[in-house]
């Protein structure tokens, strides 16, 4: 059996869409006891990737870092991509809102730097977007771009500090980087060696159906989700663009359709790994962003996440959905991998 990339489940689907104005949170305890529960022909998941968000992890709280170390230690588990809770400023705001956004990405990269030097985080990235919706975005798109690159530019200078690579998620419901182009342009607006992108197989889906951006649609307008041969077109075309930039990735399945839950914008939904209305092949499709142009594995990436938000609290509480998720990493991993390490 092959065992690289590592793999790992995420806290943040805990957090995400919940909340007073929909289910409550699911608690960090449960995520890390689900998590480390799961076996699969007795393989257990690596690790776990962590949305750096109240409240799960209090940024300001001494010693959290070493808590949260022995916690995620004491289930054998590793540390791997954080999400920097950037959303209380925004990366084409005011001046102090920018500031606030390039401050929380600094409070996340020292936060990594912790869990490095506690010895439970040997790999992954920083995930940031946008923090600004598509319609403010479109107010000014050339003028918002610009300071949204600006912004992740000081950014990626914080993060260079402490060794940190930032990933910029790609979701259609971020202002400029709604769409595949929009994402492509910034990326290469934003020019830092240490600023990438985060492939997710379910949002990335999103931008080839052009939702919020229909004039960068890839899958023709008359393709039915049941062409697999044209959702196959469409993704070699998107992962083209896109996955030389790609630094952290996403397994995950969708069914063509977009889902808000509690006070979250509408997005690629996420489905269960073996939803039957799921449109992707997952272990297939996951070599988009896996192999290169030639079919070689890229090894960009050490471990592989799975993201599932904005699930009912009785599907993400039950044992079995999480053993069903690290059979599907599972086979992206024998699929992809690139052999023992």
Not at 66 to 87: H, R
Not at 104 to 124: E, T
Not at 208 to 221: K, S, V, W
Not at 281 to 306: F, S, V
Request: charged share 25%.
């Amino acid at each position: 059996m092959k065992n690289l990339p590592k793999i790992h489940n995420a806290t943040w689907p805990g957090l995400v869409g919940k909340g007073p104005d929909s289910e409550p949170v699911i608690s960090l305890d449960d995520l890390l006891r689900l998590t480390a529960s799961a076996e699969v022909n007795g393989i257990k998941f690596d690790g776990i990737d962590v949305g750096l968000l109240e409240p799960h992890i209090f940024l300001d709280r001494p010693d959290e870092a070493k808590k949260f170390a022995e916690k995620v230690s004491g289930y054998g588990l590793k540390v791997g991509s954080l999400v920097a809770p950037i959303w209380a400023g925004s990366a084409m705001g005011t001046a102090d809102q920018r500031k606030t956004f390039v401050e929380m990405v600094r409070k996340a990269c020292l936060f990594g730097q912790q869990l490095r030097q506690l010895g439970v985080r040997d790999y992954g990235i920083v995930r940031i977007d946008s923090a600004a919706g598509v319609a403010d975005w479109a107010k000014d798109p050339l003028g918002n771009s610009k300071l949204i690159s600006q912004t992740f530019q000081e950014a990626a200078d914080v993060a260079a500090d402490f060794g940190e690579k930032l990933a910029a998620e790609g979701e259609i419901c971020w202002g400029g980087m709604h769409s595949w182009k929009h994402m492509l342009e910034l990326l290469e607006m934003t020019d830092r060696s240490n600023v990438g992108f985060q492939a997710d197989m379910s949002h990335t889906f999103l931008y080839t159906l052009g939702y919020n951006a229909p004039e960068h649609r890839i899958l023709p307008a008359d393709a039915k989700l049941s062409d697999r041969e044209a959702i196959k077109a469409a993704l070699k075309t998107l992962s083209a663009a896109l996955r030389p930039w790609t630094i952290d990735f996403h397994v995950a399945q969708n069914d063509g359709s977009v889902f808000g839950s509690g006070s979250h914008d509408k997005t690629g939904r996420h489905c269960q790994a073996t939803d039957p209305n799921g449109v992707l092949d997952i272990a297939q499709d996951a070599g988009y962003w896996l192999r290169d142009e030639k079919g070689n594995p890229t090894q960009a990436m050490r471990h592989i996440c799975w993201d599932g938000c904005m699930f009912p609290n009785a599907v993400m509480e039950r044992q079995q959905t999480w053993n069903e998720v690290l059979a599907a990493l599972i086979q992206v991993r024998e699929a992809h991998g690139t052999g023992l390490a």
